[in-house]
C-alpha cells in the first residue's frame, strides 16, 4: 500500500512523518567539514538509517565516539556476513580486527554497496579513530576485540543450543550493550551500568532482528546465514529451512510463536536499564530502538508472512515511536500497548500460549507498576474517527484548490 494509502488508513502517522523526514535532512545537514568526519556522518546515513538519526541526537563529544564505535563494528561484521570469503581467510581478521583499526593503511576489499565503501576507505574511520579520548580508544579496542574473537569461533561452529544463541547474540549485539555503557560513564553523564542489563539490551534487539530476517539469511547466497537455534526449531522440522516451504505453514508459526517468546524474557532487564539512565538524549538513543524493537515482534508474532518476505513496521509508525520516545513513561506505555497486541493474537492451541501470556503477564504488571501508564499517548487506541474524516476533507480541499491553480496556471 502506497505511503499516501498508507497516510489515510493511518492520518495521525502524517505530522510525525512530517517531522522524521525534516528531522533527517537536519542531520545529513550537520556533516563536519573535515573530509575524515565528513566521510564516517555520511557513511553512517547510508548504512543505518535506524541508528544515524538517534546518533545524531546525542552531544558532540559523545556522538562522535558513538559514531566511530559504529563504523568500526560494522565494518568488522561486513567482514563476517560477507559469505564469499573463506573461514582460513576471515577467521585471522575477524581476530586481528582491533589491532587494524590503529592503522591508517589497512583495508581488505570485501561487502557489497555502501559497505564496500566503508571498507575501501576504512582509513577515514582509522583517522578519526585516532583523534578520540583515551578512554574512547580503550573502550572501542576492548569490544572489538571481543567481538572479533567471539565471531570467529561461530565461523566455525553452528548455533546449536539456546546458550549457544544466547552466546553468539552477545558477541554481535550484547558486547555492544556493555560498550555504549562504558562510552556513556566515560562522557561523564551516566552512572557505570551492569554487564547483566547492558547485554540485555543488546540481546533483546538482535533477536529480534534475527526472528525478523529469517527468510532472507536463509536465502543468503551462496551460503545460508542460520541463527535460530536448533534446540528450537528441531521440535518443529527436521531442517531449518523446512519452514519456509508452504506444507510446513502450521509448524513455522509455532517455531516462530517459540522464538519470539524467548526474546521476550529480555525485557524486564531492558526497562530497568532505560529507567535508569538520566540524560535525555543518551534515553532516546537508548530507548528509540527497544520501542521499535517491541513493535517488530508485535507485528511478527503469529504471522507467515515472516516465512514469505521480511515484515516491518509501517513508515508512520516508525515515525511516531520516534517522536513520542521521550520518557520512561512513553516507554512503559509503548511496551504495555505492544504486550496488548502481542497478547490479543496469543492462538489458546499454540503449544507456547501459556509460557508466552505469562511472560506478557509480567512485563504488563512491570509496567503498571510503574504508575506511568496514564500519563501518555497510545499505540493502540485508534485516533477518533471524527478526526479522520475531518482530516480527509481537509485534505481533498486543499488537494482541489492545488489543482484548480496548477490547472488555471497552465490555460494561462
Ligand atoms: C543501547 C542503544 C543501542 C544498542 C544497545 C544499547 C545495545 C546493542 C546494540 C545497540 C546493537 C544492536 C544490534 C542490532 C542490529 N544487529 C546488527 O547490526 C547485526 O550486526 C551486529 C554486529 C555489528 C554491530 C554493529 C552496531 C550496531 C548498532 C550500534 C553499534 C554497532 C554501535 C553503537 C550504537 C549502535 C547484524 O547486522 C545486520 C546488518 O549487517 O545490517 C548481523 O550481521 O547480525
Ligand atoms: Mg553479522
Redesign the pocket.
Known sequence: MGSLGAVLKHPDDLFPLLKLKRAMKHAEKQIPPEPHWGFCYSMLHKV?RS?ALV?QQLDTNLRNA?CI??LV??A???V??DTSIAADVKVPILIAFHRHIYDREWHFACGEKDYKVLMDQFHHVSTAFLELGESFQEAIEDITKR?GAGMAKFILKEVETIDDYDEYCHY???L??L??SKLFHASGTEDLLSDDL?NS??LF??KT??IRDYLEDINEIPKSRM?WPRQIWSKYVIKLEDLKYEENSEKAVQCLNDMVTNALMHVEDCLIYMAALRDPAIFR??AI?QVMAIGTLALCYNNIEVFRGVVKMRRGLTAKVIDQTKTIADVYGAFFDFSCILKSKVDMNDPNAEKTRSRLNAIQKTCRDSGLLNQRKSYVVKSNPRYNTAFIVMLIIILSVIFAYLSAKRTN
Do not use: H, K, W
Open positions: 543505518s541508528f546518533i558513538v564505535f559504529y563494528l560494522r568488522l561484521d561486513t563476517e556476513d567481538m554481535v549485539a550484547g555492544v550493550g560498550g555504549l547492558s539490551m543488546g534487539l538482535q532482528n534475527i541463527f538513543f537508548c530502538p
